[in-house]
């Protein structure tokens, strides 16, 4: 039970609603609809912006201003302090070591993408508002944005939470480097319009071995994105699954594959024309070289997404890729 209910005294319930069994299914909290708002649930929010977006320079002084009115502490990464001076301005690798209750993310799925990785351990919720062009993880609305925050600090929302991939890169049998990804991890080739070569395996068991432009290892969240454009299957965010694509084969029989989420898979670089790049969620790049190996897992961590409407996981297709379109 949760205090504070619409009399002195009176508590209401917690409803939670499960779509599936699995643990990562989307959850809902919601009190009795005219109950006070509890705006002291938290003290810090912090924000992060999507570089040059002219709207910034009207919107977070405003969203500031709000925030302090409704006895917040607003955190501004250093994008968002270029727009405003009216709140202190830290880089976005630090303010998880603030502790904010939310974050607030104002910009594309690529910025989202972004804080997703930083905020990874803590388990913080993201708030993510569309100022991109597709936004297709960043579901809010601008104009909704306020109504949204009211919502939150009523405890009336969903959490769409949503499992990451680790990825190790290995050298020599030495563990170099790790990485959590929200979409993919993807092996490629460099520059050089030549194919590499590339061998697959599942659970230390040999997949295959082939000629192409890469190997993409996609969470569910991420089959929406290079891996469907690479011909992949689109899967449900509770899909208990990763997904293997090769990314322009160069044999007609080689297709994707959807694997187990439990499962360990590795891509070792068999042989390339000049370089190889490992790239994380498309923004973070390591140069590799031949022998190396990408070893990919489930995460430990996972991305808790707040969500205010309950529009379904194939509205958001429709309406963004026009899937199912004539």
Same mark, same amino acid.
Request: net charge negative.
């Given at each position: 039970?949760?205090?504070?209910?619409?009399?002195?005294?009176?508590?209401?319930?917690?409803?939670?609603?499960?779509?599936?069994?699995?643990?990562?299914?989307?959850?809902?909290?919601?009190?009795? =609809?005219?109950?006070?708002?509890?705006?002291?649930?938290?003290?810090?929010?912090?924000?992060?912006?999507?570089?040059?977006?002219?709207?910034? *320079?009207?919107?977070?002084?405003?969203? #500031?201003?709000?925030?302090?009115?409704?006895?917040?502490?607003?955190? @501004?990464?250093?994008?968002?302090?270029?727009?405003?001076?009216?709140?202190? !301005?830290? *880089?976005?690798?630090?303010?998880?070591?603030?502790?904010?209750?939310? !974050?607030?993310?104002?910009?594309?799925?690529?910025?989202?993408?972004?804080? =997703?990785?930083? &905020?990874?351990?803590?388990?913080?919720?993201? @708030?993510?508002?569309?100022?991109?062009?597709?936004? &297709?993880?960043?579901?809010?609305? @601008?104009?909704?944005?306020?109504?949204?925050?009211?919502?939150?600090?009523?405890?009336?929302?969903?959490?769409?939470?949503?499992?990451?991939?680790?990825?190790?890169?290995?050298?020599?049998? %030495?563990?170099?480097?790790?990485?959590? =990804? @929200? *979409?993919?991890? !993807? #092996?490629?080739?460099?520059?050089?319009?030549?194919?590499?070569?590339?061998?697959?395996?599942?659970?230390?068991?040999?997949? =295959?071995?082939?000629?192409?432009?890469?190997?993409?290892?996609?969470?569910?969240?991420?089959?929406?994105?290079?891996?469907?454009?690479?011909?992949?299957?689109?899967?449900?965010?509770?899909?208990?699954?990763? %997904?293997?694509?090769?990314?322009?084969?160069?044999?007609?029989?080689?297709?994707?594959?959807?694997?187990?989420?439990?499962?360990?898979?590795?891509?070792?670089?068999?042989?390339?024309? *000049?370089?190889?790049?490992?790239? %994380?969620?498309?923004?973070?790049? %390591?140069?590799?070289?031949?022998?190396?190996?990408?070893?990919?897992?489930?995460?430990?961590?996972?991305?808790?997404?707040?969500?205010?409407?309950?529009?379904?996981?194939?509205?958001?297709?429709?309406?963004?890729?026009?899937?199912?379109?004539?």
């Amino acid at each position: 039970m949760v205090p504070g209910g619409p009399e002195d005294g009176e508590e209401f319930p917690v409803i939670l609603l499960f779509e599936d069994e699995s643990s990562l299914a989307r959850k809902r909290v919601c009190p009795i =609809a005219d109950g006070p708002v509890h705006w002291d649930c938290m003290t810090r929010i912090a924000i992060c912006c999507k570089p040059q977006k002219e709207e910034l *320079n009207r919107l977070l002084p405003e969203l #500031v201003g709000w925030l302090r009115e409704h006895g917040f502490e607003p955190l @501004l990464d250093e994008e968002g302090g270029k727009y405003t001076s009216t709140a202190q !301005v830290m *880089n976005r690798s630090e303010l998880p070591a603030c502790s904010p209750g939310l !974050v607030i993310v104002l910009g594309g799925d690529g910025t989202l993408l972004s804080v =997703a990785r930083i &905020f990874a351990a803590t388990g913080t919720p993201i @708030l993510s508002v569309n100022l991109g062009y597709l936004g &297709f993880l960043t579901e809010v609305r @601008l104009a909704e944005l306020y109504s949204t925050l009211e919502g939150w600090c009523k405890s009336c929302y969903e959490v769409d939470e949503r499992w990451m991939l680790h990825a190790e890169l290995w050298r020599d049998g %030495v563990e170099q480097s790790s990485y959590e =990804a @929200l *979409n993919d991890v !993807v #092996v490629s080739k460099g520059d050089i319009a030549r194919m590499g070569e590339f061998a697959v395996e599942l659970d230390g068991k040999r997949v =295959a071995g082939f000629r192409a432009d890469g190997v993409i290892v996609s969470t569910p969240t991420g089959s929406t994105a290079y891996t469907l454009a690479a011909n992949g299957p689109i899967l449900t965010p509770d899909v208990d699954a990763m %997904v293997v694509t090769p990314i322009c084969p160069h044999l007609l029989t080689l297709r994707p594959i959807v694997v187990r989420g439990d499962s360990s898979l590795t891509v070792r670089i068999v042989g390339i024309p *000049n370089t190889a790049l490992l790239t %994380v969620d498309g923004q973070l790049a %390591v140069e590799l070289r031949r022998g190396d190996e990408v070893r990919s897992h489930r995460s430990k961590h996972t991305v808790k997404l707040v969500r205010m409407s309950e529009s379904s996981f194939f509205e958001a297709l429709r309406s963004k890729l026009s899937w199912g379109e004539r």
